[in-house]
């Protein structure tokens, strides 16, 4: 149901001016979130798939700084165009993923705001976490960014409230753990962010996009069906390499 209402407000919202976005939206905690988008060190904003995470990145735009961030191509050429459209169209930079980091790690270094969703599983290039109590694994990206730029990790995240109003709550800004052990530190920063994360689905269950699959790693007995579909997949794709060798 929630993931129906936001893209109903991601439609609703590619007609609105920029305005009637930034009116459509509630800041709580807007003075950390002033104050850390003031720094020049470079921010790096982790969130979630909660609420309308579509409609509410385009909010830095609204104090000045446009947002930077990642996203992976869909297998439909005329979603992303939509999708490109919608999330750039207010100032922000939404690039592909291949090859992002160099651009995220100049941009940080300039005193840019990086928006990053960190609740999606990762096969590859992963860490382990722990979410729910259980294994997981999430991309080191944020944490590595933040320690290699020395940014501020702000986190902040997209909840509707029960009169259908969209508010970012932003929680209190946290400096990097740091040892010396990089392998460690990426480790146990993605912890502290993922922990972050597990706290909000828990007060908002129903607004989280479960869909994410974010323990497929680890137990794919989870997902049978997924599971069996990407063996399909993978399948497929060595007797076509074959093929044309």
Request: one cysteine or more; charged letters at 25%; a positive charge.
């Amino acid at each position: 149901m929630n993931f129906g209402i936001t893209l109903v407000e991601m439609f609703q919202s590619s007609f609105m001016s920029p305005e009637e976005v930034f009116n459509s939206l509630r800041v709580e905690g807007e003075e950390e979130f002033v104050n850390a988008l003031k720094g020049n060190q470079g921010v790096v904003i982790v969130s979630a798939h909660m609420g309308n995470w579509e409609v509410c990145l385009h909010i830095t735009n609204y104090y000045g700084k446009p947002m930077l961030g990642v996203a992976a191509k869909t297998r439909f050429g005329w979603a992303d165009v939509l999708l490109s459209r919608s999330r750039n169209r207010l100032g922000n930079m939404i690039i592909d993923k291949k090859g992002a980091l160099t651009r995220m790690t100049e941009g940080l270094r300039r005193g840019e705001v990086i928006g990053m969703l960190i609740d999606q599983s990762r096969r590859k290039h992963g860490v382990e976490v722990t979410f729910f109590g259980r294994k997981a694994t999430a991309s080191p990206a944020p944490a590595l960014l933040a320690l290699r730029c020395k940014s501020l990790v702000l986190p902040a995240f997209s909840v509707r409230g029960t009169d259908g109003e969209l508010t970012i709550q932003v929680k209190t800004p946290f400096e990097l753990t740091r040892t010396g052990d990089l392998r460690r530190d990426i480790q146990s920063n993605t912890q502290r962010m993922i922990d972050v994360v597990e706290e909000m689905v828990r007060k908002y269950p129903d607004q989280w996009f479960w869909l994410l699959k974010p323990w497929k790693v680890h137990y794919p007995n989870l997902y049978s069906d997924w599971d069996a579909r990407r063996r399909k997949r993978k399948a497929k794709k060595k007797r076509k390499a074959l093929s044309g060798s």
